[in-house]
């Protein structure tokens, strides 16, 4: 029997799909899928890109040398995380903030 997809809220209430992704954290991290539902949960900066497709950037630090960007998706009217970004650049980040807008 498959298993249930894992969903977190985020701090302004969005329900989010924790699916299987390419999870970019790899096995350097104990429990990769609680530090995925961290950054959702507790978001340093929060992002929301409305385009074709609307989408949600999630980006925290994770430790002292690791940040996460997450990037989550509406899709029949359910939040889906699509990606996963390790120490993203600054120029990825940037780009973000220019397409949309920071709620956190």
């Known amino acids: ?4 997809p894992r969903t977190e809220t985020d701090p302004l209430g969005h329900r989010i799909i924790l ?7 790899g096995a350097q991290f104990a429990e990769p899928e609680e530090i995925l539902a961290q950054v959702i949960r507790k978001p340093a900066m929060l992002i929301e890109v409305r385009g074709p497709e609307q989408r949600l950037y999630f980006f925290r630090s994770v430790d002292w040398s690791h940040t996460l960007l997450l990037g989550a998706e509406l899709r029949n009217d359910e939040w889906r995380v699509f990606s996963c970004v390790q120490n993203p650049s600054s120029t990825e980040l940037s780009e973000l903030l220019k397409k949309g807008r920071q709620l956190i």
């Open 1 to 4: 029997m498959a298993q249930e």
């Open 19 to 25: 699916e299987s992704i390419d999870l970019a954290v």
